[in-house]
């Protein structure tokens, strides 16, 4: 039976993010999906459960820590989105978009596929994206405006995710012509900011302080070059973060649900990130080894999504982050893993 709180109504966000699937067909260098301790696919049944409460989100999402296109139910679950007039959309490697995948994406008028690169050459993208092919990406990717043309069709909007990473900054201009060449209406622009071991290390932006001149050049010539082919170019600052309450990920607005019906803040404190033993990854933050412990203020499996946001944890967990609160948050109250994250606003 529906109680009172449920009945009034969805909460209102600008996007749910779902983790369809913990599994993957790549192995990029920087992931920590080869370390999960469970590859799983959401059932389209548990799925279901966020349904009733998507009255007022803008955007449901369909990604995580794995491949999309790798859930059985991936299209069930788009369209059920769409007949409750959601926009959907979801990220992905690119490397199973066949003829039929692509129709079906097609023919479901999805709003949004955003293709994930680290390079504008195979020899970049494929060592640090690998069991990914650039060239067949790429490939793809014409296949599918061909399918979209040949129907008719304006959507899937298609995005590129740039990972931008030391070593493959200079390359990132590159993308703007590729994308023009491709019908790629929007580059998105992304740090690594959960940096998995040491080795790692040197192809985070942020940690280059000597290097930040050349960075931000780069990026500003990426930007021109995109506004001047009528591009959308989004990134933020390679600077490192200093610690504050809030959080860029627009935690006081969305929402994230793990393959197993957990709902958190975001990807980095979702109870996939765990190992074998149940217990967290680590992660570099600040030259130390963190835990990454999972943050979950309920599961959709036991309890609607309204009640979970409704929560007193989670109103007192999004206060703290608020930007619009009169007095911030003292971050010394937020969870670990918010303490041990990049993604603060200076």
């Excluded at 059920?80 to 959907?88: H, T, Y």
Aim: charged share 20%; with cysteine.
């Amino acid at each position: 039976m529906n109680t009172f709180l449920d009945r009034v109504g969805s909460p209102e966000l600008d996007w749910i993010q779902v983790e369809v699937t913990s599994r993957c067909n790549a192995a990029c260098i920087y992931c920590p999906q080869p370390f999960l301790g469970h590859n799983q696919h959401m059932s389209f049944g548990l799925f279901k459960n966020l349904l009733p409460y998507l009255g007022y989100t803008d955007l449901v999402y369909l990604q995580g820590w794995g491949e999309p296109l790798l859930n059985p139910d991936l299209f069930s679950m788009i369209r059920a989105c769409k007949a409750k007039g959601k926009r959907v959309g979801f990220t992905t490697n690119g490397m199973l978009l066949t003829d039929e995948t692509i129709c079906r994406i097609v023919d479901l008028e999805t709003d949004i596929i955003s293709i994930s690169l680290a390079g504008a050459t195979p020899a970049t993208h494929d060592r640090i994206r690998k069991g990914t092919d650039l060239v067949k990406i790429i490939e793809n990717i014409e296949y599918m405006q061909q399918i979209k043309a040949k129907k008719k069709a304006r959507l899937p909007e298609v995005h590129f995710s740039y990972l931008m990473l030391a070593s493959n900054l200079n390359e990132l201009q590159e993308t703007v012509g590729l994308a023009k060449r491709l019908g790629v209406e929007q580059i998105v622009g992304s740090h690594l900011t959960w940096i998995l071991n040491n080795s790692l290390l040197p192809e985070a932006l942020f940690n280059l302080e000597e290097e930040q001149q050349r960075f931000s050049d780069i990026l500003e010539a990426t930007a021109a070059e995109a506004k001047k082919e009528n591009l959308t170019f989004a990134f933020n600052s390679p600077v490192l973060q200093k610690q504050a309450a809030h959080c860029t990920e627009n935690v006081c607005r969305s929402c994230v649900v793990s393959v197993n019906g957990d709902v958190g803040p975001c990807v980095f404190t979702s109870s996939t990130l765990l190992q074998d033993n149940r217990q967290p990854l680590v992660h570099v933050f600040q030259n130390s080894l963190e835990p990454c412990y999972p943050l979950s203020f309920g599961n959709i499996a036991h309890e609607s999504l309204t009640r979970i946001w409704e929560k007193k944890a989670y109103h007192q967990f999004r206060n703290l982050h608020d930007p619009e609160m009169t007095i911030p948050g003292n971050p010394s109250q937020l969870p670990q893993s918010c303490r041990s994250c990049c993604k603060k606003e200076v």
